[in-house]
């Protein structure tokens, strides 16, 4: 049982450059949620998803996207990069919402020069 | 008010002292409050909910107080392993955000 896993552990963007992080859980958690966590600041959310195919926007989801296709995935895409997205990224997941324990991802640390 | 407030510290104790860390809360219609703890460059992850009457784990002791709008974790007999940032979390029913995550008061257990 892996739980919640991120790839990149680390990425390099230049301002303009798109990317997607990936988030995977194996655990059939219908809740995901993908937070930034920046020095100084509490873990802010981006997106979260209650189940396949629906997707919502958090608290700061301005230049990012995502999609729900299956239960197991939850990419978060960067359309153009900006350096005020050089932060730490998290993903989440709960069996049973955003009340329940929330199992977090290892981390993405994104820098966009 | 922020919606989440807590001393960031750092905290710097001694090997079995204890240690009590507070937050406060400024949406009186909050219901439900955790602690979680994040190690240095590592996720974050539950330490325990809090619940009305207050609980306990082992060393770990969580309190609510709703009339003052503030949670507190107070570990007792400190650990080395205990090391971390505490970050306090509660709900929030209006907004888009169903949690809101403090910033995080950072815990030093010296030898």
């Known amino acids: 049982n892996a739980g919640v896993t991120q790839t990149p552990k680390f990425q390099v963007l230049k301002t303009g450059q798109s990317m997607t992080l990936q988030c995977a859980q194996d655990?059939?958690?219908?809740?995901m949620s993908w937070y930034r966590q920046d020095p100084g600041m509490g873990l802010r959310l981006i997106h979260y998803?209650?189940?396949?195919?629906?997707?919502d926007q958090g608290e700061v989801p301005n230049g990012y996207n995502v999609s729900r296709s299956t239960t197991e995935d939850f990419p978060l895409r960067l359309l153009s990069a900006a350096p005020s997205q050089t932060s730490v990224y998290f993903c989440a997941s709960s069996s049973d919402g955003p009340l329940d324990t929330q199992y977090f991802g290892p981390g993405t640390r994104l820098t966009v020069l | 008010r922020k919606e989440v407030e807590q001393d960031p510290g750092p905290f710097n104790v001694p090997e079995g002292a204890t240690v009590a860390f507070n937050c406060t809360y400024s949406n009186s219609a909050s219901q439900s409050f955790f602690w979680y703890r994040q190690d240095c460059r590592k996720e974050p992850k539950l330490l325990m909910s809090v619940y009305s009457s207050g609980n306990e784990d082992g060393r770990f002791t969580a309190q609510l107080n709703r009339a003052s709008q503030y949670i507190s974790l107070l570990i007792r007999d400190s650990k080395l392993s205990d090391s971390a940032t505490y970050l306090c979390?509660?709900?929030?029913?209006?907004?888009?955000?169903?949690?809101?995550f403090g910033k995080g008061t950072r815990l030093s257990v010296i030898a």
């Open positions: 655990m059939n958690h219908e809740y």
């Open positions: 998803s209650v189940g396949a195919g629906i997707t």
């Open positions: 979390v509660v709900n929030s029913p209006s907004g888009n955000t169903p949690l809101v």
